[in-house]
């Protein structure tokens, strides 16, 4: 398995100008993208819409054709939203790069399992089987830091399975890490650095 941290940041050395949109363990302040990245105003956290940072990541990369677009998603998130998978493919952004950090439960709300997380879910097969053009999957840091750019110069839509520790998010909601900028911050700087590009 691969630790939560060390995926961030082989995909944020990696990222070159691409929109990261991360949610859950991906997205945490303190083993997440906030605590490797190297472009902050392209980053778009999605924290509080359990789900939905696959839709936002779509509507970017359609709207910025020539830039990547990197979900970084979770299982129970994506597990919330299956049909993003479908309509995904169904609009075959070539630019979209959708990373799913399995660990197999819900981390920030105190670690209770997935249904599914007993090995019945098979993610490359459901992601094949919507219509992903490509599909990866890594369990340890070696391949996955010598197999990212293969997975980056793949035609998208692409899925990227990551099997990854668990961290479990155990601190009560009101004494957690604040992130260093509200969501309204987030948007306004993406927006803005996307906006100066063209």
């Known amino acids: 398995m691969i630790n939560n941290t060390d995926a961030v940041r082989v ?14 363990n991906a997205g ?13 105003n392209l980053d778009l956290p999605i924290s ?7 839709n936002v990541g779509l509507g970017i990369a359609l709207a910025q054709p020539g830039r990547k677009v990197m979900v970084l998603d979770g299982d129970g998130s994506l597990l919330m939203n299956l049909g993003a998978l ?12 959708h990373f799913l950090f399995n660990n197999g439960v819900y981390a920030v709300t105190g670690g209770q399992p997935i249904p599914g997380s007993d090995g019945v879910t098979d993610w490359q ?3 094949r089987g919507a219509g992903y053009a ?12 010598t197999g990212i750019g293969e997975v ?7 899925f990227i399975h990551l099997a990854v520790e668990p961290e479990i998010e155990n601190t ?3 004494f957690r890490q604040r992130a260093s900028r509200t969501a309204q911050q987030a948007y306004q700087e993406v927006t803005a650095a996307l906006a100066g590009d063209n």
């Open 28 to 40: 945490n302040v303190r083993f997440g993208l906030p605590t490797v990245t190297s472009n902050q």
């Open 11 to 24: 995909i944020d050395n990696n990222r070159e100008d691409a929109v990261i949109v991360p949610t859950m």
């Open 172 to 174: 009560p909601v009101q």
């Open 134 to 145: 490509a599909v990866f999957s890594f369990d340890n840091l070696e391949d996955f830091t």
């Open 152 to 158: 980056l110069a793949a035609e998208g839509p692409v």
């Open 48 to 54: 509080g819409a359990m789900g939905k940072a696959s």
């Open 86 to 97: 479908v309509t995904t493919s169904t609009k075959a952004p070539k630019n979209f790069y």
């Open 125 to 127: 097969e459901i992601a």
